[in-house]
């Protein structure tokens, strides 16, 4: 569990690809049973679905900018074939979203997989080396709680 006080209050957007689904709908359980485990209000965690991971660019804007959320998670899967439309798919996710992150005040959190196969993805969506997902919801609890850190002086 993470220390962050209480998160019942905030609202956090979980933006997940269907491509890969076996995948992906692992790490949203994960991620949507970390953020309950935490303290958040199941109320306060919208899910929305996007085709691929190249759609989470889009879908997490969107999410910025129509939503009052306090923290958007991006998850997906992106597994090596036998053509650069990996490299391509993965360098556009990875500074599409890393882009949101610099320049948008809210928290974007990049819980996608970029893995040579299946079972590497497997081993990280509730494998041998834990789910990502929970660790893409625990992000996301501090960096939202981060700006607690940052209140306004009081006018004295």
């Known amino acids: 569990m993470v220390n ?5 209050h905030l609202h956090f957007t979980l933006v997940v690809a269907t491509w890969n689904r076996e995948v992906t709908l692992a790490l949203e ?5 970390t953020l309950l485990a935490n303290g958040a209000s199941r109320k306060n965690i919208t899910v929305v679905y996007v085709p691929g991971s190249w759609e989470l660019i889009s ?3 969107q999410a910025l900018r ?11 899967a992106v597994i090596r074939g036998d053509t650069p439309h990996f490299e391509y798919i ?6 599409g979203l890393a882009q949101l992150c610099a320049t948008q005040a809210v928290p974007v959190i990049f819980g996608v997989l970029t ?6 993805a497997l081993d990280r969506c509730g494998g041998i080396h834990g ?3 929970d660790e893409a919801a625990s992000t996301a609890i501090q960096m ?6 940052f209140k306004e002086p009081s006018a004295e």
């Open 90 to 95: 993965c360098q556009g996710v990875t500074v």
């Open 115 to 120: 893995v040579d196969n299946l079972q590497q």
């Open 144 to 149: 939202a709680m981060l700006k607690t850190a």
């Open 66 to 76: 129509y939503s009052d959320t306090h923290a958007v998670i991006c998850i997906g």
């Open 4 to 8: 962050a006080g209480s998160i019942d």
């Open 59 to 61: 879908g997490a804007t």
């Open 29 to 33: 359980t994960g991620c949507v049973e």
């Open 131 to 133: 789910n990502k997902g």
